[in-house]
């Protein structure tokens, strides 16, 4: 699948193809980033699906530039950051065959990494370049990307419902004898009926009968599907019986950064992330791949979270400061944008007696559904 040339002449063009397996599909772009780190200044670009271009570096100016075949701009005018690297100024230009990004830098650089990563969740696939300034290249030996076989477009969004507890483990139990397994099973699948009713969701529940299931078991599951959202269903319970209110939980950044220097370390690193061959690529290119999609997924999954947080709080009551941060394993999977609701407490009498009532499930599914809705309309409409 992989190939790879790199053409080096006497001339002061030299010329490297992407590599990519060549694509007649036509492909959008939607925006070209520019992050500058100490070591390089990273580009990359948001597409709709795996791009076939070229690289052809120039001088005078110096220059690297790219031409995306198929290719159509679909995004605003690029701003460069303030802190733009080694970048000095980009411009565009399209034709009826390609579009041309022309990277004007501010000495001769040199492509030291490239890799393209696919639709992942809800965001666009993502084609990745790293620059180094032409005196620091020898240090850095050029990696190829990989390509993984592009996905069917227009399918429907895999969401992975998961009923909290199951089985041996009850979870909370509330006053009245209800177990929080329970009710976490009756709202799972009712919510997995509302959101195969908008016909837009192709649901999986990690259980969808009263069994018990390791939280590694959840994650795996998840990722086995290819989910694009997972969404873990709990009722939480406290030593004082007022307290009241729903809660969405998602990962704090502390919690998985130590998780990916974990995850980096492991062996089986090539099955966390969909469509990413870590085979080749070295313990510290595998660390970067698996912080940057876990960065992403961690910025969605807080705004999967804000838009939970706006449809139910006009539906049921809600805790204050009700998005919160923690470490839930179940939330760590890195590449699945991922939430965990508590749905209220079921140590709460009255949120106990609510929690049994259809209608009142019937608001917080109705939340999570139109939630769902805009977090899915928000990452596709650009
Ligand atoms: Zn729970």
């Known amino acids: 699948m992989v190939r790879s040339f790199f053409l080096y002449s006497c001339l002061a063009v030299v010329i490297l193809l992407c590599g990519l397996v060549q694509s007649a599909f036509a492909v959008d772009i939607y925006a070209v980033r520019v992050g500058a780190h100490p070591d390089k200044t990273r580009i990359v670009i948001e597409l709709s699906g795996t791009p076939s271009c070229k690289i052809t570096h120039a001088q ?23 802190k733009s690297g080694i970048i000095a100024n980009i411009r565009q230009q399209s034709s009826e065959t390609s579009h041309r990004i022309i990277l004007q830098t501010k ?56 009923p909290g507890h199951g089985g041996k483990d009850p979870g909370a139990i509330g006053k009245a004898g209800t177990y ?64 009241d209110g729903l809660s969405v939980y998602t990962l704090s950044e502390t919690a998985s950064d130590k998780e990916a220097a974990l995850l980096a370390a492991k062996e089986n690193k090539a099955d966390l992330i969909s469509g990413i061959n ?24 807080a705004r999967f979270a804000t838009e939970l947080v706006r449809e139910l709080s006009q539906r049921v009551v809600v805790r204050e400061k009700t998005h919160r941060f923690a ?56």
Do not use: C
């Open 60 to 82: 005078n100016p110096p220059r690297i530039i790219l031409d995306v075949k198929n290719a159509t701009w679909q995004g605003q005018a690029i701003d460069l950051p303030r």
């Open 107 to 162: 000495q001769a650089a040199a492509v030291s990494k490239q890799f393209y990563l696919p639709a992942n969740g809800g965001a666009n696939s993502r084609y990745v370049i790293d620059l180094v300034s032409k005196e620091s290249k020898a240090s850095s030996a050029a990696t190829e990307e990989v390509t993984p076989p592009s996905r069917p477009q227009k399918r429907k969004y895999v969401v992975v419902i998961d």
């Open 327 to 382: 470490g839930f394993m179940v939330l760590k999977a890195p590449d699945t944008p991922a939430a965990l609701l508590e749905m209220g407490y079921i140590s709460n009498p009255r949120e106990e007696y609510q929690l049994r009532q259809s209608q009142y499930r019937a608001r917080i599914v109705a939340g999570i559904v139109a939630a769902t809705n805009s977090f899915f309309n928000a990452n596709t409409v650009r």
């Open 278 to 301: 870590f085979q080749g690529e070295n313990k510290e290119v595998s660390s970067i791949l698996i912080d940057l999609v876990q960065r992403e997924t961690m910025n969605m999954s």
């Open 180 to 243: 929080e397994k329970d009710i976490t099973l009756r709202v799972g699948l009712e919510l997995r009926d509302a959101l195969v009713r908008t016909g837009r969701y192709e649901v999986h529940l990690t259980r969808s009968t009263d069994v018990f299931i390791p939280l590694r078991d959840r994650t795996r599951f998840a990722h086995k599907k290819n989910a694009a959202l997972f969404i873990s269903l709990h009722a939480d319970s406290a030593p004082s019986q007022m307290a």
